[in-house]
């Protein structure tokens, strides 16, 4: 990958950002309710909320607010939450890497289980072996991820079986195996979604590849046949399937919502939550922002990844 072509592509996501950053600001405003009848209680009197809105600078115009905001965060500060009155930037960043952390769990087992299967669906095709992955895709397709993680909460956490804790979240510093315990339940629950995706995409490249003329060739060299798999077949056939991946990393990271709100894992998309319902506005700013930011460096990161896999992909 070539120096100028990487310039071009991050001056891509600088702008993006800035776009972002514009749409967010604007929408935010669009927003019912008012930030100080939402902090003061509707009982409060006019002055009150007037000096409030002055002190937050809500009284001002938007583009003056949106040129003020933008100076903070190119500098790093997000503003002060409306709804807690600590700094944005903190809280927000330590909710992302909680969902980072959930992401990147995700993902592992994804690409452990879900890879394989879509190989062994493809090399197996039309037998047992095919029709099972297949019957187990369609159902993770066709599940949403709230009736997923009802259900496995219901089951796994219930009274009967309460193999996992059913919400909470312990740091990994503190204890990782307890961690871990209590990120199982939404990490199967995004796996099983993604994996279902991945494996279909994985099985159909897998498919098409087995029946080129340079598999064929690898075959008459008297290549084994987990040679020919994993080393020719798969390497041509992951670059539709990491394009997926880099979509899911986005997905993953601003996706999770409903999976934390369930499972009251305090992520960044369980503080979206809180930010809409209390209008905290720097905080729903900062949590949209970052995430757009993640969305933009995974495709980056995809395009690395589709240098590294096909040599004859060359960005100039």
Request: proline fraction near 6%; hydrophobic fraction near 55%; aromatic fraction near 8%.
């Given at each position: 990958?070539?120096?100028?072509?990487?310039?071009?592509?991050?001056?891509?996501?600088?702008?993006?950002?800035?776009?972002?950053?514009?749409?967010?600001?604007?929408?935010?405003?669009?927003?019912?309710?008012?930030?100080?009848?939402?902090?003061?209680?509707?009982?409060?009197?006019?002055?009150?909320?007037?000096?409030?809105?002055?002190?937050?600078?809500?009284?001002?115009?938007?583009?003056?607010?949106?040129?003020?905001?933008?100076?903070?965060?190119?500098?790093?500060?997000?503003?002060?939450?409306?709804?807690?009155?600590?700094?944005?930037?903190?809280?927000?960043?330590?909710?992302?890497?909680?969902?980072?952390?959930?992401?990147?769990?995700?993902?592992?087992?994804?690409?452990?289980?879900?890879?394989?299967?879509?190989?062994?669906?493809?090399?197996?095709?039309?037998?047992?072996?095919?029709?099972?992955?297949?019957?187990?895709?369609?159902?993770?397709?066709?599940?949403?991820?709230?009736?997923?993680?009802?259900?496995?909460?219901?089951?796994?956490?219930?009274?009967?079986?309460?193999?996992?804790?059913?919400?909470?979240?312990?740091?990994?510093?503190?204890?990782?195996?307890?961690?871990?315990?209590?990120?199982?339940?939404?990490?199967?629950?995004?796996?099983?979604?993604?994996?279902?995706?991945?494996?279909?995409?994985?099985?159909?490249?897998?498919?098409?590849?087995?029946?080129?003329?340079?598999?064929r060739a690898a075959r008459?060299?008297?290549?084994?046949?987990?040679?020919?798999?994993?080393?020719?077949?798969?390497?041509?056939?992951?670059?539709?399937?990491?394009?997926?991946?880099?979509?899911?990393?986005?997905?993953?990271?601003?996706?999770?919502?409903?999976?934390?709100?369930?499972?009251?894992?305090?992520?960044?998309?369980?503080?979206?939550?809180l930010a809409i319902q209390?209008?905290?506005?720097?905080?729903?700013?900062?949590?949209?922002?970052?995430?757009?930011?993640?969305?933009?460096?995974?495709?980056?990161?995809?395009?690395?990844?589709?240098?590294?896999?096909?040599?004859?992909?060359?960005?100039?």
């Open positions: 990958m070539s120096a100028p072509f990487l310039v071009k592509r991050l001056l891509y996501m600088v702008l993006t950002a800035f776009v972002v950053s514009i749409i967010v600001f604007g929408v935010t405003q669009l927003l019912p309710a008012d930030a100080a009848v939402m902090i003061l209680g509707e009982n409060a009197t006019p002055e009150a909320m007037e000096a409030l809105a002055a002190r937050l600078g809500l009284d001002r115009p938007a583009p003056v607010q949106y040129l003020d905001w933008l100076g903070g965060v190119l500098q790093g500060d997000f503003g002060t939450s409306l709804r807690t009155g600590q700094p944005v930037g903190p809280t927000i960043l330590d909710a992302f890497g909680r969902s980072a952390m959930l992401a990147a769990l995700s993902l592992i087992a994804v690409s452990l289980i879900a890879i394989p299967l879509g190989v062994v669906a493809a090399a197996k095709r039309g037998k047992i072996a095919d029709l099972g992955v297949s019957i187990v895709s369609y159902l993770g397709i066709s599940l949403p991820e709230f009736v997923l993680a009802t259900l496995l909460l219901a089951w796994l956490a219930g009274p009967s079986v309460g193999l996992f804790p059913a919400s909470g979240y312990t740091s990994p510093l503190d204890n990782p195996l307890d961690a871990l315990h209590h990120m199982a339940l939404p990490v199967i629950t995004l796996s099983i979604v993604l994996m279902a995706h991945i494996s279909r995409m994985v099985r159909s490249e897998m498919v098409d590849t087995l029946n080129s003329d340079f598999i008459l060299r008297g290549l084994s046949r987990r040679q020919v798999l994993y080393k020719h077949a798969l390497r041509n056939s992951m670059l539709p399937a990491i394009t997926i991946i880099a979509l899911d990393i986005g997905y993953l990271i601003g996706g999770v919502i409903v999976v934390e709100e369930i499972f009251a894992f305090p992520g960044v998309g369980r503080q979206l939550i209390n209008r905290d506005l720097p905080m729903l700013q900062a949590g949209v922002l970052v995430m757009s930011m993640t969305y933009a460096l995974a495709n980056l990161a995809a395009d690395f990844a589709y240098a590294a896999l096909d040599k004859r992909i060359q960005f100039s």
